[in-house]
């Protein structure tokens, strides 16, 4: 219809979609400080004119919601659970490539419980960052009891919980607003990038929106129905949700203000609905009071709560500077600069692809404009309110802290689209069935960003693939699973007791075993009717070299990376390989390496020297030194480098700290990470000095290289051309 402004709904519509475009393609140029106004300014504009319009005319959304058959609406519901299904579990076992090391935890503590008899205490539950909550348990003890216990298997467990969200969220949303609105935002929910990673990667957050749509639906049902059961099962449910993740406080809190809302608004039965919400909160203390008397003996919500809280030590510390920055670290979070963690996120990437972004700008602020509809008040309350716990802590950007905001985003974005669809019918007829290709078009604009963005840049992004050290251990945890029965697997000292490799080879927890250089070159303690597998970490060549050497004929799988990289390494030893080394040569183990003088200063002040052989100086990881209680802590190596082509070499160290090289006497490098000018080497041996130097930090590293001239890499020194000092 024709506004006093001569403008059509439909042309408003595409007004206000135009402006919000420019404002999103200014916000997501992150790295250009002024984008950030001047895509609010675009923003703005485009709400204004939303807005202004919806006063001065008959809103698109003052039209009821259009009847669905229950056969049409069946129909895309199942259609949009089909998609959800598909994002889910397409390619899951390609990625994400491993567990992340608190997921591992989770697996092994369930596991431990399960077949050990294992009884986490409630205090421990409360206070440990590596346990996972008491929900987490619980579903995952279900979960494990049903099916094996497995990487795919933990990852498949999330996503089923993420389908079992949208069921609720429909369900909620349509008593709210409507089946389209409804429809619109579990579509949103389906192909959303950042809730998909979290329903593929098991971590506990995903139980945030759960909890929030099962609480919702069973909320409106009660507000609905006027029965006493359904009021007793919304407190259960908020209840339970307390002890899931972190975020779920705020929602209790929300839901506290929800009941305030629907008491004050419905007069004529306020007095039963107070009795029926006193029962509701009743309920809830009741099922939360073991959580609530340890947060009351602990004076505070919970160790991992105050560990991340920011205020007021932000406010003492910057100001109101301090509190703005922090405001737009959780504003800008959605559509321009995401979390940084590459667990939760492509590294600093905004976490609602550009239709979304769009769709819930523009529906947040029509929303503000009809705060005094129901509806937007839930949405918009709800939005502001599941912010808090990201606005609050360390990170205000942090993706799993924000969360609880998906199912108040999705909302928004549903409801704003609903208008665009509704703003057809003041499209001329012939015109009809172009809008509705256009709202499919952008529909379709939405799956497939978000499809391209996780599963190619997101999967392919290095750091997201390596999830820290997670695509390398769950590798290993899972090679044991499959052969531990066969094989005695030394486990380089980084990935040692992994949680993800305990997990996922739990079953074989016998067949570990720890590389420890020099005492493993002869594989003490390990039976010998069964082969033996090396699992070596990234940078460790010198270590795999030097086991080829002695035990020749072993067979060698690697892990790559996207980039290319070998980020683990499997050497394959079958048992008659493993134990045919005769006794003279094992005797002769002890004269490879240089011979190294390990100092350090122990916590009560007492100085304390050991003296050792090493094969070859090639320690990856803090715990290959033998001593571990440092900073500080200083190595001096000597011995004699048989060279036996002569030519100018090349030397390089690579260390987290300070290290120095002298040949024959002469220094030839000083200072970390360094290429060596290039020296004279004489066949026969050359007298070799290195050193060590560690005052600070807690990683520790330091391998020792070498190349010829003309050659293309530089390699660990072999431990054969090394002589230790006598």
Same mark, same amino acid.
């Given at each position: 219809?024709?506004?006093?402004?001569?403008?059509?709904?439909?042309?408003?519509?595409?007004?206000?979609?135009?402006?919000?475009?420019?404002?999103?393609?200014?916000?997501?140029?992150?790295?250009?400080?002024?984008?950030?106004?001047?895509?609010?300014?675009?923003?703005?504009?485009?709400?204004?004119?939303? @807005?202004?319009?919806?006063?001065?005319?008959?809103?698109?959304?003052?039209?009821?919601?259009?009847?669905?058959?229950?056969?049409?609406?069946?129909?895309?519901?199942?259609?949009?659970?089909?998609?959800? +299904?598909?994002?889910?579990?397409?390619?899951?076992?390609?990625?994400?490539?491993?567990?992340? %090391?608190?997921?591992?935890?989770?697996?092994?503590?369930?596991?431990?419980?399960?077949?050990? #008899?294992?009884?986490?205490?409630?205090?421990?539950?409360?206070?440990? %960052?590596?346990?996972?909550?008491?929900?987490?348990?619980?579903?995952?003890?279900?979960?494990?009891?049903?099916?094996?216990?497995?990487?795919?298997?933990?990852?498949?467990?999330?996503?089923?919980?993420?389908?079992?969200?949208?069921?609720?969220?429909?369900?909620?949303?349509?008593?709210?607003? @409507?089946?389209?609105?409804?429809?619109? +935002?579990?579509?949103?929910?389906?192909?959303?990038?950042?809730?998909?990673?979290?329903?593929?990667?098991?971590?506990? +957050?995903?139980?945030?929106?759960?909890?929030? #749509?099962?609480?919702?639906?069973?909320?409106?049902?009660?507000?609905?129905?006027?029965?006493?059961?359904?009021?007793?099962?919304?407190?259960?449910?908020?209840?339970?949700?307390?002890?899931?993740?972190?975020?779920?406080?705020?929602?209790?809190?929300?839901?506290?203000?929800?009941?305030?809302?629907?008491?004050?608004?419905?007069?004529?039965?306020?007095?039963?609905?107070?009795?029926?919400?006193?029962?509701?909160?009743?309920?809830?203390?009741?099922?939360?009071?073991?959580?609530?008397?340890?947060? $009351?003996?602990?004076? @505070?919500?919970?160790?991992?709560?105050?560990?991340?809280?920011?205020?007021?030590?932000?406010?003492?510390?910057?100001?109101?500077?301090?509190?703005?920055?922090?405001?737009?670290?959780?504003?800008?979070?959605?559509?321009?600069?995401?979390?940084? $963690?590459?667990?939760?996120?492509?590294?600093?990437?905004?976490?609602?692809?550009?239709?979304?972004? &769009?769709?819930?700008?523009? #529906?947040?602020?029509?929303?503000?404009?009809?705060?005094?509809?129901?509806?937007?008040?839930?949405?918009?309350?709800?939005?502001?309110?599941?912010?808090?716990? +990201?606005?609050?802590?360390?990170?205000?950007?942090?993706?799993?802290?924000?969360?609880?905001?998906?199912?108040?985003?999705?909302?928004?974005?549903?409801?704003?689209?609903?208008?665009?669809?509704?703003?057809?019918?003041? &499209?001329?007829?012939? $015109?009809?069935?172009?809008?509705?290709?256009?709202?499919?078009?952008?529909?379709?604009?939405?799956?497939?960003?978000?499809?391209?963005?996780?599963?190619?840049?997101?999967?392919?992004?290095?750091?997201?693939?390596?999830?820290?050290?997670?695509?390398?251990?769950?590798?290993?945890?899972?090679?044991?699973? $499959?052969?531990?029965?066969?094989?005695?697997?030394?486990?380089?000292?980084?990935?040692?007791?992994?949680?993800?490799?305990?997990?996922?080879?739990?079953?074989?927890?016998?067949?570990?075993?720890?590389?420890?250089?020099?005492?493993?070159?002869?594989?003490?303690?390990?039976?010998?009717?069964?082969?033996?597998?090396?699992?070596?970490?990234?940078?460790?060549?010198?270590?795999?070299?030097?086991?080829?050497?002695?035990?020749?004929? #072993?067979?060698?799988?690697?892990?790559?990376?996207?980039?290319?990289?070998? &980020?683990?390494?499997?050497?394959?030893?079958?048992?008659?390989?493993?134990?045919?080394?005769?006794?003279?040569?094992?005797?002769?183990?002890?004269?490879?390496?240089?011979?190294?003088?390990?100092?350090?200063?122990?916590?009560?002040?007492?100085?304390?020297?050991?003296?050792?052989?090493?094969?070859?100086?090639?320690?990856?990881?803090? %715990?290959?030194?033998?001593?571990?209680?440092?900073?500080?802590?200083?190595?001096?190596?000597?011995?004699?480098?048989?060279?036996?082509?002569?030519?100018?070499?090349?030397?390089?160290?690579?260390?987290?700290?300070?290290?120095?090289?002298?040949?024959?006497?002469?220094?030839?490098?000083?200072?970390?990470?360094?290429?060596?000018?290039?020296?004279?080497?004489?066949? @026969?041996?050359?007298?070799?000095?290195?050193?060590?130097?560690?005052?600070?930090?807690?990683?520790?590293?330091?391998?020792?290289?070498?190349?010829?001239?003309?050659?293309?890499?530089?390699?660990?020194?072999?431990?054969?051309?090394?002589?230790?000092?006598?």
């Amino acid at each position: 219809m024709k506004s006093k402004f001569f403008l059509s709904s439909y042309q408003v519509v595409l007004i206000t979609l135009f402006l919000a475009a420019l404002g999103q393609t200014q916000w997501i140029q992150a790295d250009k400080p002024v984008t950030a106004l001047t895509g609010f300014i675009f923003y703005f504009l485009a709400v204004f004119i939303l @807005g202004w319009f919806s006063f001065k005319n008959n809103s698109p959304h003052s039209i009821k919601d259009s009847h669905f058959t229950v056969r049409k609406e069946t129909f895309l519901f199942i259609l949009i659970l089909l998609i959800a +299904a598909f994002f889910r579990f397409y390619r899951i076992n390609e990625f994400p490539a491993g567990l992340f %090391n608190d997921q591992g935890c989770e697996g092994l503590n369930v596991l431990r419980i399960l077949r050990e #008899g294992w009884r986490p205490s409630f205090s421990d539950i409360f206070q440990s %960052n590596k346990v996972c909550t008491p929900t987490t348990y619980a579903f995952m003890l279900l979960w494990f009891k049903l099916f094996p216990a497995t990487q795919i298997s933990f990852f498949m467990s999330s996503a089923v919980i993420s389908l079992a969200t949208i069921f609720f969220i429909y369900y909620a949303f349509r008593r709210l607003s @409507g089946a389209t609105t409804a429809l619109l +935002a579990i579509f949103f929910l389906a192909v959303m990038r950042w809730d998909v990673t979290y329903s593929r990667d098991a971590h506990p +957050a995903i139980e945030s929106p759960f909890f929030i #749509g099962l609480t919702l639906a069973l909320w409106f049902y009660a507000l609905q129905s006027k029965k006493n059961w359904a009021f007793a099962g919304t407190g259960l449910a908020l209840g339970i949700s307390l002890y899931s993740y972190q975020v779920c406080k705020a929602f209790a809190v929300l839901m506290a203000v929800y009941a305030v809302y629907e008491w004050w608004t419905d007069v004529k039965a306020r007095k039963r609905l107070g009795v029926q919400i006193a029962l509701l909160f009743f309920v809830c203390l009741a099922v939360a009071l073991p959580l609530l008397c340890e947060m $009351w003996s602990r004076s @505070g919500l919970g160790s991992r709560e105050n560990e991340l809280m920011a205020f007021p030590g932000l406010y003492l510390q910057k100001g109101i500077q301090g509190v703005w920055d922090q405001f737009l670290g959780t504003a800008f979070t959605f559509n321009r600069l995401g979390d940084i $963690w590459y667990f939760h996120n492509i590294p600093g990437h905004r976490l609602l692809d550009d239709g979304m972004g &769009v769709f819930f700008v523009l #529906g947040f602020g029509f929303a503000l404009w009809r705060i005094r509809e129901r509806k937007c008040f839930y949405a918009v309350l709800g939005f502001l309110m599941m912010c808090l716990p +990201a606005f609050l802590s360390t990170q205000a950007n942090h993706a799993s802290r924000l969360l609880g905001t998906i199912p108040f985003i999705i909302f928004l974005c549903g409801d704003f689209l609903f208008g665009v669809v509704k703003a057809g019918s003041s &499209v001329p007829k012939s $015109w009809r069935i172009i809008w509705k290709f256009f709202i499919g078009a952008l529909l379709a604009l939405c799956l497939i960003q978000n499809f391209d963005s996780y599963f190619h840049d997101q999967a392919h992004q290095e750091d997201c693939w390596r999830v820290g050290d997670g695509a390398q251990t769950s590798w290993i945890g899972k090679a044991i699973a $499959w052969d531990g029965d066969r094989y005695s697997y030394v486990i380089c000292s980084h990935f040692y007791g992994d949680y993800v490799v305990r997990f996922l080879g739990f079953d074989h927890s016998e067949a570990m075993f720890p590389l420890r250089l020099p005492e493993s070159m002869n594989f003490p303690s390990l039976p010998r009717d069964k082969g033996v597998c090396l699992a070596l970490e990234e940078g460790q060549g010198g270590v795999l070299k030097l086991f080829q050497s002695l035990y020749p004929g #072993g067979t060698i799988e690697s892990l790559q990376s996207p980039s290319g990289e070998t &980020v683990a390494t499997l050497y394959r030893l079958t048992a008659q390989q493993a134990w045919a080394m005769s006794g003279s040569k094992r005797e002769s183990l002890t004269h490879l390496g240089l011979r190294g003088t390990y100092e350090i200063r122990s916590l009560d002040g007492k100085e304390m020297s050991i003296s050792r052989i090493d094969p070859v100086l090639n320690f990856t990881f803090r %715990n290959d030194f033998p001593l571990v209680h440092f900073p500080p802590l200083s190595v001096h190596w000597e011995g004699t480098l048989e060279v036996s082509q002569m030519g100018r070499f090349n030397f390089l160290e690579l260390t987290t700290d300070q290290g120095t090289l002298a040949v024959d006497g002469k220094i030839i490098l000083d200072g970390a990470n360094k290429i060596s000018k290039a020296a004279f080497l004489a066949i @026969g041996p050359h007298q070799i000095k290195v050193t060590f130097e560690k005052v600070s930090g807690i990683d520790a590293a330091f391998s020792l290289l070498w190349k010829k001239n003309d050659d293309q890499k530089f390699e660990v020194i072999p431990a054969f051309c090394l002589v230790p000092a006598r």
